[in-house]
């Protein structure tokens, strides 16, 4: 299934993209506290975690592209939300756009297409974790129905100072 909007495409992320996934991933990893990653990584490091979301089943990799260029504006993703059992029916979610790409609707666009994806599973909530401050993703979360249930004081350590999560979940 192939979701467009003027300019921009959605579909499923496959091998190829690994490295501009990687190199997209590493901006924030580098430059930012969204994700509490301190290292960057190769993309043969990647591998394992771009092989965890196949085209179907709970864990999904959606891919915006310029739809003539080809070049990833964003990508995202559903991922399990902790490893036991009984939390087989929750995900962890998460959306990353490139610097250069925001106020496109490009994350709009990849979470409408993760959750219609994901409709058919047998999934019962989805969590968002994000690094405080950050307004443009609490907005996103909210317009797709996620309500603030929590948020973790100082619970990472990056660029010398502790940063906040606030959690938000999501029936489905």
Request: hydrophobic fraction near 35%; avoid cysteine; glycine fraction near 8%.
């Given at each position: 299934?192939?979701?467009?909007?003027?300019?921009?495409?959605?579909?499923?992320?496959?091998?190829?993209?690994?490295?501009?996934?990687?190199?997209?991933?590493?901006?924030?990893?580098?430059?930012?506290?969204?994700?509490?990653?301190?290292?960057?990584?190769?993309?043969?490091?990647?591998?394992?975690?771009?092989?965890?979301?196949?085209?179907?089943?709970?864990?999904?990799?959606?891919?915006?592209?310029?739809?003539?260029?080809?070049?990833?504006?964003?990508?995202?993703?559903?991922?399990?939300?902790?490893?036991?059992?009984?939390?087989?029916?929750?995900?962890?979610?998460?959306?990353?756009?490139?610097?250069?790409?925001?106020?496109?609707?490009?994350?709009?666009?990849?979470?409408?297409?993760?959750?219609?994806?994901?409709?058919?599973?047998?999934?019962?909530?989805?969590?968002?974790?994000?690094?405080?401050p950050n307004a443009a993703s609490e907005r996103l979360h909210a317009r797709f129905g996620f309500r603030h249930v929590g948020t973790y004081g100082e619970v990472g350590r990056k660029f010398g100072r502790y940063w906040d999560v606030a959690w938000y979940e999501k029936p489905l």
């Amino acid at each position: 299934m192939l979701s467009e909007s003027a300019e921009i495409q959605v579909r499923p992320g496959v091998e190829d993209d690994l490295k501009a996934l990687t190199d997209l991933y590493n901006h924030y990893v580098r430059e930012t506290p969204i994700t509490f990653d301190t290292e960057p990584f190769t993309p043969e490091e990647r591998r394992p975690w771009l092989l965890s979301h196949p085209e179907d089943g709970p864990y999904r990799l959606r891919v915006a592209t310029d739809a003539d260029s080809q070049e990833i504006l964003g990508y995202a993703t559903s991922s399990p939300y902790r490893a036991k059992a009984a939390y087989r029916t929750s995900v962890e979610t998460t959306v990353y756009v490139a610097p250069d790409a925001g106020g496109r609707g490009i994350g709009s666009l990849l979470y409408t297409s993760l959750f219609d994806a994901l409709a058919g599973e047998d999934l019962h909530r989805a969590y968002a974790g994000i690094a405080q401050p950050n307004a443009a993703s609490e907005r996103l979360h909210a317009r797709f129905g996620f309500r603030h249930v929590g948020t973790y004081g100082e619970v990472g350590r990056k660029f010398g100072r502790y940063w906040d999560v606030a959690w938000y979940e999501k029936p489905l």
